[in-house]
C-alpha cells in the first residue's frame, strides 16, 4: 500500500518595527529559546533559530495543517508581549 509522506520547512524572518536595532545580544538567546518554545507550543519543531540586532530567522518544520499566518501572528505577539513584559524593553514592537 502506498503511503504519503511530507516535510514541511518554512525559512522565517521577521524584523523589528523600522528595522530598529532593539534586539539586544545581551538577551537575544533568552528571546530564541522563547520563540522556540512557542513553535514546540504550536505543535512545530524549530531547527534552527538566530539573527541580529534588527532581524530573527528561524527555520522550522511544520505539520501539513499547521496555518503559517497563525503561527507568525503568535509569534510575533507573544514575543512582544514577552519582550515587554520580562524584560521592560517598552519600545521593541
Not at 545581551?26 to 522563547?34: E, I, N, V
Not at 513584559?85 to 521593541?92: A, P
Request: glycine share 8%.
Amino acid at each position: 500500500m502506498a503511503s504519503t509522506y511530507l516535510s514541511l520547512h518554512y525559512h522565517i524572518v521577521f524584523g523589528t518595527k523600522n528595522r530598529a536595532p532593539i534586539i539586544d545580544a545581551k538577551w537575544r538567546p533568552r528571546l530564541y529559546d522563547y520563540l522556540g518554545g512557542i513553535v514546540h507550543r504550536l505543535g512545530g519543531f524549530s531547527k534552527r533559530i538566530g539573527g541580529i540586532d534588527d532581524h530573527v530567522h528561524l527555520l522550522v518544520s511544520l505539520k501539513s495543517t499547521h496555518n503559517l499566518a497563525d503561527l507568525m501572528r503568535e509569534l510575533k505577539k507573544a514575543s512582544s508581549v514577552w519582550v515587554h513584559d520580562t524584560l521592560g524593553e517598552k519600545q521593541f514592537a
